[in-house]
């Protein structure tokens, strides 16, 4: 019943930016949190960061931290992912996500989220 649709990535050089931008559409939508995860070929898909919908907490990978910054628009249901200072290995699929609403704490583990975006692919060259 919820869709999230992730817009924004492309290519760019090492040290550059981007902003991905998460637009959820639906009937009814009352996250606890929203959050971004990246999935790099071969790998695990990963945490990079989350937001508590209701106070704009915020929770970050050591990875990303103080690169990173994740907001949202609540009016808009829509959950950014301001990202500085890229580098080659943030290369990525970014995917947004959001729960069901009932969670009290932010969590960083991808199957407490129920919807996903398709995913945006980050590509960062050096």
């Known amino acids: 019943q919820v869709q999230l649709v992730e817009s924004g990535g492309g290519l760019v050089q090492a040290g550059g930016s981007l902003r991905l931008s998460c637009a959820a559409s639906?009937?009814?939508?009352?996250?606890?949190?929203m959050g971004w995860f990246r999935q790099a070929p071969g790998k695990e898909r990963e945490f990079v960061a989350v937001?508590?919908?209701?106070?704009?907490?915020?929770s970050y990978a050591d990875s990303v931290k103080g690169r990173f910054t994740i907001s949202r628009d609540s009016a808009k249901n829509t959950v950014y992912l301001q990202m500085n200072s890229l580098k080659p290995e943030d290369t990525a699929v970014y995917y947004c996500?959001?729960?069901?609403?009932?969670?009290?704490?932010?969590?960083?583990?991808?199957?407490?989220?129920?919807?996903w975006g398709q995913g945006t692919q980050v590509t960062v060259s050096s």
């Open positions: 937001i508590r919908w209701s106070s704009g907490i915020t």
């Open positions: 996500a959001a729960d069901r609403g009932s969670r009290r704490y932010l969590t960083g583990t991808p199957s407490e989220y129920a919807y």
């Open positions: 639906g009937r009814t939508f009352n996250p606890y949190a």
